[in-house]
């Protein structure tokens, strides 16, 4: 799972993030200020210049996942329907989130978003999320902008938002 933009959340993770923090990837240096953590100085650098330097590191951030998937009538078209194709796609996506000790949040939207499957974080949590998925079925109207709206209104954490859909809406999106 990648992600274009570096992650900016406080829980710990395994992406690199914006922030100094502590981690074993390497960032930069710098200047010694009366009161940093000891533990960080550089000593190699210290015997070299008999200057104090402080290492910085990586934080290493966690990625929230949110996949809103399309449960509206036009999704049970075809043979097998469109709705088959984009839950396995979903379990797919969940499956590597979760995998990766990623947060995950499943949401269906039909004519207006619905309560979904998470945040969870976990590979204990997939025969869940896929429980879930499973009990999906197409029966709504679609009404895509609305819906999107009200995730984008609504959400508060930010990271990588996947949409499972046909994208047929009357309407528009």
């Not at 274009?4 to 981690?23: A, Q």
């Not at 043979?79 to 088959?84: C, D």
């Not at 109207?141 to 990271?159: H, K, M, N």
Request: glycine share 8%; aromatic share 10%; charged share 30%.
């Amino acid at each position: 799972m990648l992600s274009r933009k570096l992650s900016t959340t406080r829980l710990k993770g395994e992406r690199k993030g914006r922030r100094r923090g502590t981690s074993t990837d390497f960032a930069d240096y710098r200047n010694y200020v009366s009161g940093d953590d000891l533990r960080h100085l550089d000593w190699k650098i210290y015997a070299r210049l008999e200057k104090l330097f402080l290492k910085l590191f990586l934080e290493e951030e966690n990625l929230h996942v949110h996949v809103l998937l399309d449960t509206s009538a036009s999704m049970a078209y075809g043979e097998p329907e469109k709705l088959h194709y984009a839950r396995r796609l979903a379990a797919a996506i969940g499956y590597i989130t979760l995998c990766r000790m990623d947060l995950l949040t499943i949401r269906s939207f039909g004519e207006k978003l619905r309560d979904g499957f998470g945040p969870k974080r976990g590979k204990a949590n997939a025969a869940a999320c896929f429980d879930f998925l499973g009990k999906l079925e197409a029966t709504q109207r679609t009404a895509l902008a609305p819906a999107l709206r009200t995730f984008a209104f609504g959400t508060r954490s930010r990271g990588l938002v996947v949409i499972l859909s046909d994208f047929y809406d009357p309407e528009g999106y």
